[in-house]
């Protein structure tokens, strides 16, 4: 069963520090791997899309990883904002059907404290 | 910021009426997605369209019923609402062939929360 596990499930840092984000699939065959931001409220917004033969995806203070062997993702954020506060949600797309399917975890909640 | 948009934003509603979300979007995509999340849980997809006139059942098994009648509109109706049926319903569209890394970027509307009490 293709699935997409996310690590922590919810994490509090103080404002400018870093952090990261972890999340390891099962999706196969794998076609790429996406991070999404979703504010409260809101419906997804795309932050990086990796292809299993891409490393490293940088967004602005967002940066992604991918380990395909692994099957391990992970997205750091760098001097964290307010405005950061969200869920993280990692997707994990296969290649093995026409419509592309997507794979979602359930999101990291990250909050950003002044 | 992706034109999509859905209305109603937030709708409470009593057991037994007739519902439709209202899901459009202007930028031409030919495809079309519904999901369904729960507080704290991942989404899942309910319904697709390849394009007019096409309507597909996604993985998670559910009541409603969605048309494509037209490129922009895909709406989602519940005949009968439940309890069972609260959650956020959160639509989709992307267009073939645009994303070369393989499955189209899609880009959301801003959901709509349904209460049935």
């Known amino acids: 069963k293709n699935q997409v596990e996310q690590s922590p499930q919810s994490l509090i840092i103080l404002e400018g520090k870093n952090c990261t984000l972890q999340?390891?699939?099962?999706?196969?065959?794998?076609?790429?791997l996406r991070w999404y931001k979703q504010d409260t409220g809101r419906g997804p917004v795309s932050l990086t899309i990796?292809?299993?033969?891409?490393n490293t995806k940088s967004n602005g203070r967002y940066t992604a990883t991918l380990d395909a062997d692994t099957k391990q993702s992970s997205l750091h954020i760098t001097a964290s904002q307010l405005s950061d506060s969200a869920s993280y949600i990692c997707?994990?797309?296969?290649?093995?059907?026409?419509?592309?399917?997507?794979?979602f975890g359930r999101g990291t909640q990250l909050t950003v404290w002044p | 910021e992706a034109d999509i948009y859905q209305t109603p934003r937030y709708l409470v509603i009593g057991t037994g009426k007739k519902i439709t979300l209202e899901c459009s979007q202007t930028?031409?995509?030919?495809?079309m997605y519904w999901y369904q999340q729960d507080p704290g849980m991942e989404l899942h997809l309910i319904h697709y369209?390849?394009?007019?006139?096409?309507?597909e059942k996604g993985d998670l098994s559910s009541e409603s019923t969605v048309s494509r009648i037209r490129t922009e509109h895909f709406p989602l109706t519940l005949e009968s609402a439940r309890p069972s049926h609260t959650s956020q319903y959160l639509c989709?569209?992307?267009?073939?062939?645009?994303?070369?890394?393989?499955?189209?970027?899609?880009?959301f509307g801003p959901g709509t929360r349904l209460t049935v009490l």
């Open positions: 989709a569209s992307s267009e073939t062939g645009k994303d070369t890394r393989g499955a189209d970027t899609q880009y």
């Open positions: 999340c390891n699939y099962t999706v196969s065959p794998f076609s790429n």
């Open positions: 990796m292809t299993f033969s891409e």
């Open positions: 997707v994990a797309v296969d290649r093995g059907s026409t419509l592309g399917r997507l794979y």
């Open positions: 930028m031409g995509h030919d495809k």
């Open positions: 369209s390849y394009g007019v006139n096409s309507t």
